[in-house]
């Protein structure tokens, strides 16, 4: 444990990031606001560790959709229907987390703080409670958007039943390569996934009622227990990575190297040369992760941002001003 952290701590404080972001760029304006964030993400992932990997999720689902602009966080109105009501969003959760932190931060700074910047915090900080040591830094100056649609919210997220060419068409098109695919893809260490995201792979991954056969064969006899064939209806959540869903670690690696990735988007990861070798790279040197996560993670969260006088700075986080 101690070796990690001195990784983590000497590997991560370099981070470089865009041009567009800085480093506490409230110091002045709202000095608090980071220590609100940090504070308040605690007090709930403390009580609910489930919300760790929500926000994080949360944090993706933003910025693959227009760009980390806080876009998934807006509600739908009786003349739109937002990203937050596409259906790869309909299972995200710990929205009241972020509207929790937001009332904080308005009270000490009214109109200074956006929502964007309270995601991305938030999802660093929720990760790295159970460390207490940021794993990331956060460049902020980002501004909310004011368009949020579900139907971009359909095409723009990639799905768990992607192959290895569109998952890299999807994260090139943000401006992300194999690598921060490969790392990123390493957030399913934690949280749980819904047994419609990967039946398909369990009864019928050509169509003829057959098994993917890239899958473990007794894992997916386990599966099989949890996730009763043609029922689309309960979502029964099963842990990502058995016994350590709760847990930010490299335990996905080994786990997708034995053929136990969950998402046919995970198993993908293993049948290209470039991204099989992070994937083994990882597994052989596990404190690598941590110092790959943080750059790829800033790196995702610079997608689009909208800076200096575009978007707004919203007074709710599921409002437009």
């Not at 690696?253 to 990735?261: A, S």
Request: with cysteine.
């Amino acid at each position: 444990v101690l070796l990690l952290v001195c990784l983590v701590a000497f590997g991560v404080l370099r981070v470089s990031h865009g041009d567009s972001l800085e480093l506490n760029y409230y110091g002045e304006s709202c000095p608090e606001a980071e220590n609100i964030v940090q504070n308040v993400t605690g007090s709930y992932v403390s009580s609910n560790p489930n919300l760790t990997p929500a926000l994080l999720r949360m944090h993706f689902h933003d910025c693959f959709v227009r760009g980390c602009d806080a876009s998934v966080l807006i509600n739908s109105t009786a003349n739109n229907t937002a990203e937050k009501d596409a259906i790869p969003n309909l299972t995200l959760v710990g929205f009241y987390v972020i509207d929790g932190i937001k009332a904080q931060v308005e009270e000490a700074c009214p109109g200074v703080v956006s929502c964007a910047d309270i995601l991305a915090l938030a999802a660093r900080d929720a990760v790295s409670y159970q460390f207490k040591y940021q794993l990331w830094e956060v460049p902020t100056g980002r501004r909310d958007g004011i368009v949020s649609l579900a139907s971009e919210a359909l095409t723009n997220i990639p799905s768990p039943f992607l192959n290895y060419t569109s998952l890299v068409q999807s994260f090139a098109s943000k401006g992300l390569n194999v690598k921060d695919l490969s790392v990123l893809s390493g957030a399913h260490t934690i949280g749980v996934a819904h047994c419609d995201s990967f039946s398909n792979r369990l009864y019928n991954f050509t169509g003829k009622g057959d098994e993917d056969p890239s899958l473990d064969p007794t894992y997916a006899a386990y599966l099989k227990t949890q996730c009763p064939p043609g029922d689309l209806h309960t979502l029964l959540e099963i842990e990502m990575v058995p016994k350590s869903s709760q847990t930010f670690d490299s335990a996905y690696f080994p786990n997708l190297n034995e053929n136990k990735g969950r998402f046919q988007s995970d198993a993908a990861l293993l049948t290209n040369n470039t991204s099989k070798a992070y994937v083994d790279q990882i597994v052989a040197s596990p404190a690598v992760f941590y110092q790959y996560f943080a750059v790829s993670v800033v790196k995702m969260g610079n997608i689009s941002v909208l800076t200096g006088t575009s978007g707004e700075i919203r007074k709710n986080c599921s409002i437009i001003n």
